[in-house]
């Protein structure tokens, strides 16, 4: 069984940097798109950032201020925020799905990010 474990979530003040972590356990396959998503009360999950083996894609809002790599041997996927904003301000959530199998969709707990003064 997949699981996803994040950690690296807190309160950073705006301008400030978070790394986020999610550590993979359970066998994921190269094919496996790893991804973040963030959600904020009364509102939809939305996609933060996405990673494969071939390449990387970012929300247009976080775009030049996040990244998103991973560390094979680490098992290990990691989101540096960079010059965060009060609108960053959400439960990030890790997020392992293998496209070709629809129940291999697999998700972290989350880790809360808060971005104040």
Do not use: H
């Not at 991804?35 to 996405?50: I, M, N």
């Not at 199998?101 to 971005?115: L, R």
């Amino acid at each position: 069984q997949v699981q996803l474990v994040e950690s690296g979530g807190g309160l950073v003040k705006p301008g400030g940097s978070l790394r986020l972590s999610c550590t993979v356990s359970g066998g994921v396959g190269s094919r496996y798109v790893m991804a973040w998503y963030r959600q904020v009360p009364g509102k939809q999950r939305e996609l933060v950032a996405a990673i494969t083996t071939t390449r990387s894609t970012y929300a247009d809002s976080v775009k030049g201020r996040f990244a998103i790599s991973g560390d094979n041997a680490k098992n290990t996927v990691y989101l540096q925020m960079n010059s965060l904003k009060p609108e960053d301000t959400a439960v990030y959530y890790c997020n392992a799905k293998d496209p070709f199998v629809g129940t291999a969709d697999y998700w972290g707990q989350g880790t809360e990010v808060t971005v104040s003064s």
